[in-house]
């Protein structure tokens, strides 16, 4: 159903009460682009579907069952129906239908079920952001339960509050990173909670992916064996988006038996999915002489100026931004551009992110939900489930990782039931540029397989002592944490006095908990404060602080930028100025490897595919300063950071000097183009494995002292790695033929953002060889076994 805003004139030719198909068709008309051509590369229309229900299930509890009705539900959904019978029957279930499927009821059910009948009964309820929490607190709320005692567990949860919560809550709502720093180590303290713990519900389980996953899913081993110990005995529930194995990737994050429930009999309404390709920038007057790869406008810009003429439609809008930068951006210029056409109308506008306040996130909430914002530039904060009733349409800047992501981001709209719109706008780069040209790379196929690794040791280790700092691990632990790997770990362990062994189990040594970073982040989040005001701003992870918060760095934060005076690591804190600059800054870095060893190869003659153990070390050594609107460099600055070494897994594929020769890449094109497909490859993993280009890193050389051949490394940008280089092995002859055809079918001459460039290059995408990267990859392809190994 689109909302009509009262007030606002039509302006750029728009009409206030558009719906999604017109609001198309508007967008079209008004799309800049080169001598008529669209920028929309496909439209797929997905029609509306009917719902089939199933009666109440005799086991629901008659007060429950009144609640819902009163909230004008009439029966469940057949899946919801399934679903709850299974965990009221002491199984654990996953449930992985699409977005604004009614998941949310299938856990309530049973669960609430549970609390009505036994007055004595808990439930533990774990999503993976504090907004989707909120949210779910506010939907049992809103059933008038009485006894049920709801209470929401989170850092922002004021202390005085936190001994009511453990004495009298028989709902809590937390996450895995207060389960894992608060709950588990006072287990003591939770007793009663978890010795009457029925059931433990995992909210949106397909996040819980690469090193989150892995050690979310030891956060969760921990949970059962200390429930255990009190004598609990909880079901778990667990809600996914659709996704590639539901029942096996639930599995291997819970350690049990899941049985998967994947039939969605929801009703859908009508969805238009737009592939938007931003059109090429006319070269400028003093680069007509100088041969420059082309470029498309910015996809920053293209979203910014599509939620402009969607808010001005009166279309309610939400815009995921890949990026904190980039949703601070597009939500500024949207400002900007509303503003022109109808004076204050940009002020319904904002950005949200993660790294705000707690007071910020809050009321940016209250005032989308309550329709005082007309729309959002967010992160995937807001992607996880938060019912935002009456969007029409999302703008989705840049693919977003993972088709699990696009159709989650893509379900936040039409959630009334009416049409939406959902619109994938293309960033410059090799798998943005390679989807809205390849649709069927989107629709009709599955979404992808979860990838973790809980046997990876540099998680398992850590977790295995904070599980011995809870209570002695035992024998019979070590099953649950994986078996022969914990059995080593804890080995290890022991031999590093770490834990020490007694006949009644292995003990933790130290005074103080072991310190585990469950996100990967590197430590302690870096503070972002105004040195005039002494104002914090917000937090930036350690792992990014050094290429957004270095000496000189530009900082955005609420539409306001800030440069970095001085970056404090070792307290931790960034101090900041407000400033307007007419320049950008771009980290630049240097990178070295060496192969640990090597798990698994192909020799393909003059061509090899190896899966191993390597060691990297990374230091951003420089950064760039480059004008606004032209990209032109002002300088280079350098910088004095400390270098970061990372002991990860990799894939990596050689080819011979003379197949190289034999395809037509001489000498000295061998670092260019292998640099190219280095680029490539990097930018379409992911639509192999569930992951983001930034998640993964890669090094290319025409000659590698361990390997002695010209290669190309892709390895996990995480300790331990985190199952990409894996599956990039695994799918190595996909994998490579999509970056082969990504290169290939680019209009551009010599190599542009959408094939071979890339944002990320610490050498500033120099050299590279287009042509010859595509020499290089059929040589490769050429060479391999077809059939994936």
Known sequence: MTTTVPGIPA????????????????????????????????????????????????????????????????????????????????????????????????????????????PRATVLYLSPTKALAADQSR????????????????????????????????????????????LLPGHARWATFLRRL???????????????????????????????????????????????????????????????VTEDASPRGAVTFVLWEP??????????????????????????????????AGIRTLAFVRSRRGAEVVAAMTRRGLDEAVPGLG?????????????????????????????????????????????????????????????QQAGRAGRSGGEALAVLVARDDPLDTYLVHHPEA??????????????????????????????????????????????????????????????SGWYWTHRGRPEVDLRGTGGTPVSVVESATGRLLGTVDQGSSHVMLHTGAVYLHQGASYVVDDLDLEDAVALVRAAEPDWSTHARDVTELSVVSVREYVDAGPVGLFLGEVDVTNQVVSYQRRRIGSGEVIDTRPLDLPPRELRTVAVWFTVSPGLLAASGVQAPDVPGSLHAAEHAAIGLLPLMATCDRWDIGGLSTANHADTEAPTVFVYDGHPGGAGFAERAYGTAAAWLS????????????????????????????????????????????????????
């Not at 809103?142 to 009511?164: H, K, N, Q, S």
């Not at 029942?247 to 291997?252: F, K, L, N, T």
């Open 347 to 407: 002020e319904r506008v904002a950005a949200y992110r993660a790294g705000y306040l707690k007071e910020d996130r809050r009321a940016i909430e209250r005032a989308l939900l309550s329709g005082d914002l007309l729309a959002l530039a967010s992160t995937n904060a807001l992607e996880l489930g938060v019912d935002l009733v009456g969007l029409d349409a999302v703008l989705i800047c840049g693919y977003p990782g993972t088709r699990a992501s696009l159709w």
């Open 11 to 118: 302006a750029r030719g728009a009409t206030p009460g558009l719906g999604p198909a017109e609001l198309l068709h508007r967008l079209r008309a008004h799309a800049v682009a080169p001598a008529g051509d669209s920028p929309v590369t496909h439209v797929r229309r997905e029609p509306a579907r009917p719902g089939r229900t199933a009666p109440w299930p005799g086991w629901a509890a008659p007060a429950l069952i009144s609640a819902y009705e009163g909230l004008g539900i009439a029966e469940p959904w057949e899946h919801q129906a399934a679903a709850a019978t299974l965990a009221h029957e002491g199984g654990h279930v996953v449930l992985a239908t699409g977005t604004a499927s009614g998941k949310s009821m299938a856990y309530q059910m049973p669960a609430l079920s549970k609390l009505l009948d036994d």
């Open 198 to 260: 029925s059931y433990v519900v995992i909210d949106e389980c397909h996040a819980y992916r690469g090193v989150f996953g892995s050690h979310v899913a030891h956060v969760l081993r921990r949970l059962r064996r200390v429930t255990a110990g009190y004598g609990g005995d909880p079901t778990f529930i667990l809600a996914s988006a659709t996704s590639g194995d539901p029942g096996d990737a639930a599995s291997r994050l819970t350690g049990l038996p899941v049985a998967p």
């Open 442 to 503: 989107l629709f009709g196929r599955p979404v992808e397989a979860t990838v973790m690794d809980p046997a990876n040791p540099y998680v398992l280790g850590p977790q295995l002592c904070r599980a011995a700092s809870e209570a002695p691990l035992t024998e019979a632990d070590l099953e649950l944490f994986g078996g022969d790997p914990a059995r080593a770990a804890a080995e290890a362990l022991t031999a590093s006095g770490a834990l020490r062994r007694r006949p």
């Open 279 to 312: 059109p090429l920038l006319p070269p400028s007057l003093e680069n007509l002489e100088i041969e420059m790869p082309p470029v498309r406008r910015s996809a920053l810009r293209e979203t910014a100026d599509l939620l402009t003429d969607a808010v001005v």
């Open 738 to 789: 999509a970056t082969r055809e990504a290169i290939a079918s680019c209009g551009c001459e010599a190599g542009c953002p959408s094939c071979v460039q890339s944002p990320k290059c610490g050498n500033g995408n120099n050299p590279l060889d287009k042509n010859g990267a595509v020499a290089v990859l059929d040589a490769l392809l050429g060479s391999l076994p077809p059939v994936e190994s």
């Open 139 to 182: 939907a049992l709320a809103r059933l008038g339960l009485d006894g049920v005692r709801t209470a929401t567990y989170d850092g922002d949860t004021p202390r005085e509050e936190r001994e009511w919560i453990r004495r009298h809550s028989r709902f809590v709502l937390t996450n895995p990173d207060m389960l894992h720093h608060a």
